[in-house]
């Protein structure tokens, strides 16, 4: 190798193995090649990248790990290396796809050397300059990606939406569902494979786990039931299973033990138990003090019975041991929940605890609120639920299962939903599946050859149905399209998250209502909406919201020191700790400011308050 | 009687009712829009002064900033002059600040012999009406201790005393920050023309006080967008408006509608100490008087310990005051309260 210290090193290319300057060569271009040349050889491993800079004229060895690489077919004078031989070969399995590697057939690039390349995406693409050609346009998209359909056809900024909503369908998720705990999972009942897939989403067996069902979609409104992303569904469909699943939870819990030799218990807590809920709540528990199996549960039931030892030590009585106390601690159902206990494991922890895990069971049957999204992006909630004879009808009787308002296409520019309906349509003729793989169809041939097979079977060529109203019985005088999608539930539901509070727990330091939906919470009276109301001026509906539906506290006020006072039943007469006088009054104050001037008392502070009249 | 029939009416014809919360309309209505002016904040590109806009601009004048981004002038001329292209070009030089560095092509600092070399530009120099001999003049008179020696354009400048290294290098420093023609503050001056084809100044820098000194400027209307400069110069109550205006046309700028008088209101409170206090803690906001609405917005315990220091009380007038305690606020519907007693109008009763 030519040496560092070259005289003339201005006009000598650096090399970097690894990002390290090892040395200089005379032409990094030449370099390269002679690398690659070995590489597909054999010579060197395939494992090594190298990439030539022309810019700066450097060159970039790399051989170290962490680099993402993705295997191209190599192209030599304007002729793909993977001829129909080696094709008919690797159908056969006579060769396998390491032998391709190994033979200098398919190599394997990282980012860096993918700059070096001029790859063409199919064979007929290739000229003269072409150095490698892709395996399949779609190999460049991950899982989720690459199982989209007709992406090609949608407006990019789709596509994340889109992939997003198939991460949150419900579906087929594991084989052995029944022996898996989860702690909140999805079941679809009929999960259908999709009329419409892509090369990656068979490879994939991603049909062996479908998330969705192919809804028969008409494009059209419904009495401004379906505006704005709303969706309309057909309820004879939905009473024949149409997007019903099954959600379950799972409630586990630990003998846990303390230090002290004190441990919980598993058991149906006493009545003398601290925080003792009531006979009614743990009418459920079976004699272990753990639910039974196939039994209907509601909110607020104790579902695992169990007690712990109190929460401080007990002084010892003058008898000598005192008798033992407990402390209710069972978990109940969550709020707002309800289900059948689909069934009950007992098992033992590493430390050797008890554990109980029960898994509730509920049937979710689409309602009003839950959430459907094709795999084009187009999201919706179903607003109504319509009886199947005041849907639309064709001629032929076809009743689709859901409406979808056609304003939400032209301007989201998902043109692959069309597509795919068109598709989705003639393949449910024909009975046959349709390829929407990335890059691999092309539009008008595609729009032709379901139209034809559309045609064949007595539907329009493009789709679009002549529909009469089911209300009125008369045609609409525009023709509706119509075709065949692929739906997913998506795990947003109205039933797990709908939430209301009239009146409710506080939050003890503060004596306010308390936040969020496993509280039962009520929605927070902001600084802005605070602000709003004194700019409207309603200085009543102001002090109510912070005040009387919020902390109100009635405080005893010394009208001779301005301190704070409390009211002796006993006696039945105000008392002044700090003066002695019993000249108080009551006021109504926020306990948040009753907090306020004992903390400024802890400080030093003494606020006075001066009642007026 | 009479009195009492005229209020009626004149209360009953008014926009705005009493008990209004004016200040909290009018910081809604001017905050509101700011949030949308953050999302579509645009570049106009081309344009050779480049002047503060949108959301940043609104937040320096509301907080009243001393140093503000890039403040400007608009000078209206003389009559006379005003449509004489060439005497306003002549006064527009005036305007411009020049300083050494701006009529040297280069220069080359010799500090072993504390000597600095000056290559002067003679087209800079009759850009800005400057001769040689003049900016000899100049810099003789301004510095005592320096020898100056002229070969063709190259001015050498040479220190007398030369002390340290350290030392010599400040004095060039100055040297070349050496004002020689122009006003203060002012980096650019460009000639814009009206409608009527009369002509004005436009500066970048703002300096009232020095801008109205020279000849053929009319002294009494210069706009400028500094409401400190404009205080200095004209007054509270133009500086007042200076804020207002200010306000409105980067409002405008955004093509966000907002009622000027909002904005009005919000000049007016932040001068109505008789100089300019921004609206935050160390302005308005700091100057309320009761303890517990500064408390509840900034510095809790700071207000807490000088009022328990001093001994303060708070008569609850205000609103922040009212809600942290929960009663009903002195604003709009809480405003209005039985001017009788009950036991004098039992009284009142009886009488008749």
């Known amino acids: ?613 | 009687m009479a009195a009492k029939k005229e209020n009626e009416i004149s209360i009953k014809n008014v926009d705005v009712q009493y008990g209004e919360p004016v200040g909290v309309v009018a910081a809604q209505s001017m905050g509101e829009p700011s949030t949308q002016m953050v999302l579509r904040t645009f570049h106009s590109a081309g344009i050779a002064t480049t002047i503060s806009s949108g959301l940043p601009r609104v937040i320096e004048l509301v907080d009243a900033r001393k140093k503000q981004a890039s403040p400007t002038m608009i000078v209206p001329l003389d009559p006379k002059i005003k449509k004489n292209y060439d005497a306003v070009k002549k006064l527009a030089k005036k305007f411009q600040e020049v300083r050494i560095k701006d009529v040297i092509l280069k220069h080359i600092e010799n500090l072993k012999e504390s000597k600095l070399e000056l290559v002067l530009s003679k087209s800079k120099m009759e850009d800005n009406m400057l001769t040689e001999d003049q900016i000899i003049e100049k810099l003789t008179k301004k510095f005592s201790g320096i020898s100056i020696e002229k070969k063709s354009n190259h001015l050498i400048i040479s220190q007398k005393k030369a002390k340290d290294i350290h030392s010599t290098r400040i004095a060039f420093v100055h040297i070349m920050d050496f004002q020689l023609s122009g006003i203060k503050g002012i980096n650019k001056a460009v000639i814009m023309q009206n409608d009527d084809e009369s002509f004005y100044i436009f500066t970048s820098g703002s300096n009232i006080s020095e801008a109205m000194q020279l000849e053929g400027v009319l002294s009494e209307s210069i706009y400028s967008t500094d409401p400190f400069d404009v205080l200095k110069s004209y007054g509270v109550e133009a500086a007042r408006n200076a804020i207002a205006y200010e306000l409105k046309n980067t409002m405008q700028h955004e093509g966000v509608k907002v009622d000027f008088r909002h904005m009005g209101l919000i000049a007016d409170s932040m001068t109505l100490t008789g100089t300019i206090i921004g609206v935050g803690r160390h302005g308005l906001a700091g100057t309320k008087a009761s303890v517990f609405a500064r408390a509840a917005y900034e510095e809790t315990v700071k207000h807490f310990v000088n009022a328990s220091i001093f001994g303060e009380s708070d008569p609850l007038k205000g609103v922040s005051e009212n809600v942290l305690i929960g009663k009903q606020i002195h604003v709009g519907t809480g405003l209005v309260k039985l001017a009788i007693k009950k036991e004098d109008l039992k009284k009142i009763k009886a009488e008749e």
């Open chain 1, 1 to 613: 190798m030519p040496s560092k210290n070259n005289a003339s090193i201005n006009e000598k290319c650096p090399v970097y193995l690894d990002g390290k300057l090892i040395s200089y060569v005379k032409d990094g271009n030449e370099f390269v090649k002679e690398i690659r040349k070995n590489r597909r050889v054999g010579l060197i491993s395939n494992e090594v990248n190298v990439y030539y800079d022309a810019k700066i004229n450097e060159v970039h060895v790399n051989a170290d790990n962490g680099r993402v690489r993705k295997p191209y077919i190599i192209v030599e004078n304007g002729k793909s290396l993977y001829t129909p031989e080696l094709k008919e070969k690797l159908k056969k399995g006579e060769i396998d796809f390491n032998y391709l590697v190994r033979h200098g057939v398919i190599e394997y690039l990282d980012a860096e050397e993918e700059e070096n390349i001029y790859c063409a995406l199919s064979e007929k693409d290739i000229t003269e300059e072409t150095t490698h050609l892709e395996i399949e346009p779609s190999i460049m998209f991950g899982v989720t990606v690459s199982s989209s359909v007709f992406p090609e056809f949608n407006n990019v900024g789709r596509h994340p939406i889109a992939w997003n909503f198939m991460k949150q369908s419900q579906g087929f998720y594991a084989t052995n569902f029944n022996y898996r705990y989860d702690a909140r999972a999805f079941l679809m009942y009929y999960p259908q494979e999709p009329l419409v897939t892509s090369s990656a989403y068979r490879t994939l067996n991603l049909n062996k786990h479908p998330a969705g069902q192919n809804f028969v979609v008409a494009l059209s409104t419904y009495y401004g039931y379906n505006i704005k992303d709303a969706l309309v569904l057909n309820k004879a469909s939905v009473d024949r299973g149409l997007g019903r699943s099954v959600f379950f939870r799972t409630y586990s819990d630990e003998e846990i033990r303390y230090p002290g030799g004190q441990q919980d218990k598993f058991t149906i807590p006493p009545a003398t138990a601290e925080g003792y809920r009531g006979e009614h709540v743990y009418a459920k528990l079976g004699e272990d003090g753990i639910v039974e199996p196939e039994v209907d549960t509601e909110e607020g039931d104790v579902i695992i019975g169990k007690v712990s030892p109190p929460r401080f030590l007990e002084e010892q009585t003058s008898y000598g041991v005192s008798e033992e106390r407990v402390r209710d601690n069972s978990a109940e159902l969550r709020s707002g929940e309800s289900g059948v206990v689909d069934s009950v494991l007992l098992s033992e922890s590493p430390g050797a605890t008890k554990i109980v895990k029960v898994r509730i069971r509920s049937i979710k049957v689409p309602e009003a609120g839950d959430k459907f999204a094709s795999r084009q992006s187009q999201k919706g909630v179903t607003a109504l639920l319509v009886p199947q004879e005041d849907m639309p009808f064709t001629k032929d009787g076809i009743i689709p299962d859901l409406l979808l308002n056609p304003n939400s296409l032209p301007n989201r520019m998902t043109y692959g939903h069309m597509l795919e309906m068109l598709a989705g349509k003639a393949g449910s003729i024909e009975g046959k599946k349709f390829d929407g793989t990335a890059f691999s169809t092309n539009g008008s041939d595609a729009v032709k050859e379901y139209g034809r097979i559309l045609q064949s079977h007595g539907f329009e060529e493009y789709g679009d149905e002549e529909f009469y109203d089911g209300r009125t019985g008369k045609k609409f005088d525009a023709k509706l399209f119509t075709g065949v999608v692929y739906f997913q539930r998506l795990w947003h539901m109205v039933s797990l998250k709908i939430q209301v509070r009239s009146r409710g727990p506080v939050q003890i330091l503060t004596r306010q209502p308390t936040e969020g939906k496993p509280r039962k919470g009520g929605l927070k009276f902001g600084e802005m909406e605070r602000e709003a109301l004194i700019g409207y001026g309603a200085s009543l509906v102001l002090k109510e919201r912070m005040l009387d539906q919020s902390d109100k506290a009635p405080v005893w006020i010394c009208k001779t020191c301005g301190d704070l006072g409390y009211f002796d039943y006993i006696k039945n007469t105000a008392v002044c700790p700090t003066c002695g006088s019993s000249d108080l009054e009551e006021v109504e104050i926020s306990y948040a400011f009753k907090l306020l001037i004992d903390e400024l008392k802890s400080m030093h502070i003494l606020p006075r308050i001066k009642l007026k009249g």
